[in-house]
């Protein structure tokens, strides 16, 4: 897989809204579409999630057992570090929240690998996955997000890029020590903060 492009800068619209972050366009009513994979197609009856880790009680939760847990709702925006923005998103599923009180991260535990299905990985400090910061959503606008969008589960953390939003996710697990994640090891920064630009190493 390559590195990362600095010229896949995507369209330009006239900004102005405060809600776009620098450098960033209003992708309007597209949804683009971009993965470092081909896309899985995993049946909801087998799809789990599992917290492990740095964690006190590690656990798995069926779609079954996900579903039961307090329901929770995102409802703002999400950037890509390709340069869209998306503003106003609806999307229905659980906080991560919900799932960390379960398994009890210790106090050794500094940071989460976001793990999918295909292998694909993404670091994230515990402190931007906590708080009502992020999600695992099912839904997008009421209905089941799509596999091309990371259905039937994806994490959303919309206040960084969204490659930090796993798709197809399957485990988080939490860590004493950072680890780079696929893009983290192939040039891309480590937080991923769109209002500080936060793109590749060194930003």
Known sequence: MPGPTRGFLGRRRA????????????????????????TPRIAPETWSITVDGEVATPTTWTWDEAHALPSAEYRGDIHCVTTWSKFDTRFGGIS????????QPTA?????????KTGYTTNLPIEDVTGGKAWLVWEFDGKPLTA???????????????????????????????QPGFWEQNGYHDRGDPWKQQRYQGD
């Not at 405060?18 to 993965?35: H, I, N």
């Open 108 to 116: 050794e535990g500094r940071f989460v690998m976001a793990t999918s």
């Open 148 to 178: 091309e969008h990371g259905g039937p589960v994806r994490m959303l953390v919309p206040h960084l890029y969204f490659w930090k939003s796993a798709k197809w996710i399957s485990r988080i697990t939490v860590l004493k020590r950072d």
């Open 15 to 38: 900004a102005g809204d405060p809600r776009l972050p620098p450098g960033q366009y209003d992708a309007g009513s597209d949804w683009p579409v971009l993965t470092a994979e081909p």
């Open 96 to 103: 991560v929240d919900s799932l960390l009180d379960v398994a």
